[in-house]
């Protein structure tokens, strides 16, 4: 028989001082997100169109669902502005040369593209 021991300290709970650093961290972050930030969002995917979308970013705040236009000047909290800034697809393009060969490792290039971006006023 063998025994494995792989992390003894997966299941331990944190204590009171974890908890309230975590605690204010989080209430810093909230204080921070909560900033208005006023410019023009842009949909790349679909320009003129919408984008809907629901969020919840900390843990006891309501659901709060968005429908933002094309082209639309909004004022958004800054949260949400870093959300939409870092909203992206990306694509997988096989070699075609390596494929049609027939060879068994195909590398795949992947391409990143932003899908949402929000311009702030004072940079507009």
Do not use: C
């Not at 208005?36 to 843990?59: H, I, N, T």
């Not at 000047?73 to 060969?101: F, G, Q």
């Amino acid at each position: 028989m063998e025994i494995k021991e792989i992390n003894k300290f997966k299941y331990k709970l944190p204590s009171e001082s974890e908890k309230a650093k975590a605690k204010e961290k989080m209430e810093k972050a909230r204080k921070e997100g909560e900033k208005l930030v006023k410019g023009m969002f842009e949909f790349l995917d679909a320009q003129g169109g919408w984008l809907d979308f629901s969020y919840r970013f900390f843990p006891g705040e309501p659901i709060r669902t968005v429908r933002i236009n094309h082209g639309e000047i909004v004022d958004l909290p800054m949260i949400l502005v870093k959300h939409l800034n870092n909203i992206y697809k990306k694509v997988r393009t096989m070699n075609r040369e390596m494929a049609e060969s027939g060879s068994l490792k195909i590398p795949a290039t992947t391409m990143k593209t932003s899908r949402t971006r929000f311009t702030p006023m004072d940079v507009i």
